[in-house]
């Protein structure tokens, strides 16, 4: 059978900021990855408020690549959320 194990691969361009509280979902190509949001417990904008992000990346798995993605209409900042494909 097959067997687990932890990789480190060298990743190419540039990932998102270290944060948590993000989602991560597979694409229907199977081998992307979506990340959306999420929060950097150690940062701080301004008067305390914590650092909540708003954008999104895809890792394709097959290159170890990372791109920033572009997302149409208006972004919500989210934390702590879930997130699915939907066809249509």
Do not use: C, Q
């Amino acid at each position: 059978g097959s067997k687990w194990a932890w990789m480190h691969p060298a990743m190419i361009g540039s990932g998102p900021s270290r944060r948590t509280g993000h989602s991560a979902t597979l694409m229907p190509d199977g081998s992307t990855v979506l990340i959306y949001g999420g929060w950097d417990p150690m940062g701080e904008v301004d008067d305390d408020e914590e650092e909540i992000f708003d954008d999104a990346f895809l890792l394709d798995t097959n290159s170890w690549s990372w791109r920033k993605a572009t997302i149409e209409g208006k972004r919500e900042r989210r934390v702590g959320h879930s997130a699915v494909v939907v066809d249509g």
